[in-house]
DNA sequence: TTCAATGCAAATATTTTGCAATTCG
DNA sequence: CGAATTGCAAAATATTTGCATTGAA
């Protein structure tokens, strides 16, 4: 994947070395559709390089956090996953089923929070916006599992 | 509090005992404005019921979740921290500095949320928003910290 | 009196740290 | 070669479970 060759080029310019590790980890990472956690991390990466450890997942997860490659995503389920992070101002939409993520646009949202914040007599500085709910290709298979 | 008091009942009509541990916990989480971690509860919990164990209140938080009657609260810092639940449709907005939280209403957002997944093929089913800024009281204090 | 609830201790799970060996540049 | 990086083992945290005792109803 083309991000995967992006990201290790970013972790060079900023002085981190590539390493076989890294570079299993990266390309794991950037080429899911869905937020991993270390340890599904781990699993992935070490088809292509075995001698990873759990620990190094960590680092290099750290790392990319750092260098705002991936972010973290907080669900129901759990707040330790991760997913490439989107270009500028964008929002998660996630499959509760299948955990397939995409972004959206919600540019035109911060006026109204600012709104709001402005009522309790506060200053908004961040917001958090997630959906949460089934993909096209979950829909149909949902009722099959209930069934 | 009257909300503890509200609490109590429910527990209780919902088959649970009210224990002094139970009463302990459930005035210190009802009567907060900021988010509490388990730990923070046990604490503030024991100076009014020593004997209280950091198990009872895991499982007293847990309960009372079940209840809808607290909600978990996602923030930078950690994923384990509750408070009381809001009625209705109701979204948070934490002060950065201080934690204080209130709750502000989204139901004309529904709307809007529908729309963005119907964009990408996905039907819609929960959606999670938080605002994080700084209430009226560390507005000032803040450039007071940095300088 | 009965069984839910408790608190302790121990088991799990998750994340971080110390450190000697390895490897990138 | 030298310093950054690695993986292991161990430590530190956070949460859950087993179980004998206690106490609410």
Chains 1, 2 share one sequence.
Request: aromatic share 8%.
């Amino acid at each position: 994947m083309a991000e995967s060759q992006d990201w290790l080029t970013q972790l060079k310019a900023h002085g981190y070395r590539l390493t076989g590790a890294r570079r299993a980890v990266v390309q794991v990472v950037a080429s899911s559709a869905r937020a991993l956690t270390p340890v599904e991390v781990y699993d992935a990466a070490r088809t292509a390089y075995p001698a990873l450890g759990l620990v190094t997942v960590y680092r290099t997860l750290e790392k990319l956090e750092e260098l705002g490659l991936i972010q973290r995503v907080h669900q129901e389920q759990g707040c330790n996953a991760y997913l490439p992070h989107a270009q500028g101002h964008q929002h998660l939409l996630i499959c509760q089923r299948c955990g397939r993520a995409v972004y959206f646009d919600g540019d035109d949202l911060t006026a109204l929070f600012a709104r709001v914040g402005d009522e309790h007599g506060f200053v908004v500085r961040e917001h958090w916006l997630q959906l949460f709910g089934l993909c096209a290709k979950c829909q149909p298979e949902v009722n099959r599992d209930v069934s």
